[in-house]
């Protein structure tokens, strides 16, 4: 799995940069260097404290970090352009973590791959194409998630009972990582949420879904980049910077925590951010 991480960083510098040139890049970089300033710090703890969150639990960067960007005054465009550009990065140190620290069934991974970068291009694509459909989804998502939190939480106080595990789950993948291209988050709270409530080992499916994450993310963002291009380069530098530095805390948690207390972390949270997102579109009703 370390070879084909090396594979998609090489697909990903060979696409990136036959869409942008070195001497662009080094315009950019330029550029960049004279706009950074103090500010970077606060989008640092930023991704640190979403990326914490991402890693321990499989899910939560996205709205973590959106609902911090916000906080700052960052538009809701350019927070969700920031977010899935540094995603890349940060769910790629992450995974390489939970696949250091033993987090990753392979044969489960294998499962999620395929079509978690087919679903994630096709999100990106449609939501490039028809940028005021994501709303649609968002409040199906959200009800989803609520009912899948709470089933969480029920599952983690209940007394041990017999699970059929999810056999196919390569649909869950395609359908996840498509609502998380279309909606800006989903992948997490609905294939981690989704298989750990059908009795995958939380240990395992937080640690393969987000190995899976960087390949859905790289391919959504390819996709994104190729479309619309990408802008706001000091907001991903300093998610980029804090996502990176948490990455190793985040898998070393995961390994740590006993399954309980993982069932009732997930369940919480999912519960937390699902809500949330309701609340906010029923505000703009």
């Known amino acids: 799995m370390y070879t084909i991480s090396v594979i998609a960083l090489m697909v990903f510098g060979h696409i990136f940069f036959s869409f942008i040139p070195f001497e662009t890049l080094g315009t950019w970089s330029s550029g960049l260097i004279d706009q950074v300033d103090s500010t970077i710090i606060y989008f640092i ?25 916000l906080s700052f005054g960052v538009t809701p465009a350019a927070a969700s352009a920031s977010v899935h550009a540094s995603e890349i990065f940060t769910s790629g140190v992450s995974g390489l ?10 044969k489960l991974f294998k499962k999620l791959l395929l079509p978690g970068i087919l679903g994630a291009i096709a999100g990106a694509y449609i939501l490039s194409s ?33 699970v059929k595990p999810l056999k196919r789950v390569g649909p869950l993948a395609f359908v996840g990582a498509f609502l998380d291209s279309i909606g800006g988050g989903g992948w997490g709270p609905i294939v981690t949420s989704t298989l750990i409530s059908r009795g995958g080992n ?15 993310t790289l391919a959504s963002s390819i996709t994104f980049i190729t ?23 985040g ?14 972390m997930v369940g919480t949270i999912v519960i937390i951010t699902s809500l949330r997102t309701i609340y906010v579109l029923l505000t703009k009703l």
């Not at 703890?45 to 960007?69: E, H, K």
């Not at 973590?97 to 990753?104: D, E, K, Q, T, Y």
């Not at 000091?234 to 998610?239: E, F, M, T, V, Y």
């Open 130 to 162: 028809l940028e005021n459909y994501g709303h649609i989804i968002k409040p199906i998502v959200s009800a989803y998630t609520l009912f899948l939190g709470v089933k969480i939480l029920l599952k983690a106080v209940a007394k041990a009972k017999n």
């Open 202 to 216: 939380p240990r395992y499916t937080i640690g393969s879904v987000n190995l899976t994450e960087f390949f859905v």
């Open 251 to 264: 898998a070393y948690i995961t390994k740590k925590l006993n399954v309980k207390t993982i069932m009732i």
């Open 45 to 69: 703890i930023g991704g640190f404290l979403a990326q914490l969150v991402d890693g321990a639990l499989g899910m939560a960067y996205g709205v973590s970090a959106t609902t911090f960007l």
């Open 97 to 106: 973590m939970h696949l250091r620290f033993g987090n990753v069934r392979t």
């Open 227 to 249: 479309m619309i291009g990408l802008t706001h380069w000091q907001i991903i530098a300093g998610l980029v910077i804090g996502g990176c530095i948490a990455a190793p805390f």
